[in-house]
């Protein structure tokens, strides 16, 4: 069975900085990799997926992640954080296919603070 | 394109009444739509996977006869919480699947508050 981890319940960063939010996940077969973000009390809506191929991934909003499958991490960045990026982001894996069941992590709280 | 539609947005129930959610694919059709819990602070959690024209497939822990869900058009899908009590206020969220792209799409979500 699959797992994500998702190392920071918030980050908070200054307006302009770069951030990282943490994601490693653990599974026994091969996986697609997905990074969500909600916004209080709506939906998610998908910032970049991981399939195949380069392992660096760029998203909306000028998000990127990398996919490190020997740490089994795909880490989130953004160079340049604005106070519209204050959410919460949302991990996700599915091992069959992009269809199938995802499974989340417990999410981390981006603060974007001017 | 591509948008998903929940109704209503937020509802408010007397306990051991029942309650209909309903998911929409807007522009697109889904034969396979997916019914998420989210519970304050925490993650979403899967509970079923709803297929058009046939039953719903449930989660481990996840009580069918309480969370009843049909799938009679590709592009509605609904969530009956039947005999609700307090502890299934939650936040229900929604995902259609798009054949085309074979992307999950998310509705907005529906706030439920069983008092």
């Known amino acids: 069975a699959q797992s994500v981890t998702q190392l920071d319940s918030q980050v908070p960063v200054f307006e302009e900085a770069p951030v990282e939010l943490r994601c490693n996940y653990s599974?026994?077969?091969?996986?697609?990799l997905f990074w969500y973000v909600q916004y209080p009390n709506q939906g998610l809506q998908l910032l970049l997926k991981?399939?195949?191929?380069?392992?660096l991934v760029k998203g909306i909003n000028g998000f990127e992640a990398e996919f490190n499958k020997s740490q089994t991490s795909f880490h989130l960045r953004k160079p340049s954080v604005h106070i519209s990026d204050t959410a919460e982001y949302f991990c996700?894996?599915?091992?069959?296919?992009?269809?199938?069941?995802?499974?989340f992590g417990a999410g981390t709280i981006l603060r974007v603070k001017s | 394109g591509a948008v998903v539609s929940q109704h209503p947005s937020w509802v408010i129930c007397k306990s051991g009444t029942s309650v209909k959610i309903e998911c929409r694919s807007l522009d697109f059709q889904a034969t396979t739509m997916f019914w998420y819990r989210q519970f304050p602070k925490q993650s979403l959690m899967l509970m079923a996977t709803s297929n058009e024209g046939s039953k719903a497939t449930y989660e481990q822990g996840v009580e069918k006869d309480k969370f009843l869900i049909n799938h009679a058009s590709l592009t509605l899908s609904t969530l009956t919480v039947t005999s609700a009590h307090p502890e299934d206020s939650s936040f229900y969220i929604c995902s259609a699947l798009a054949g085309t792209t074979d992307e999950q799409f998310f509705g907005p979500g529906t706030r439920l508050t069983v008092l």
């Open positions: 599974s026994s077969v091969s996986v697609y």
């Open positions: 991981y399939l195949s191929g380069s392992t």
């Open positions: 996700a894996v599915s091992d069959i296919g992009y269809g199938n069941k995802l499974v």
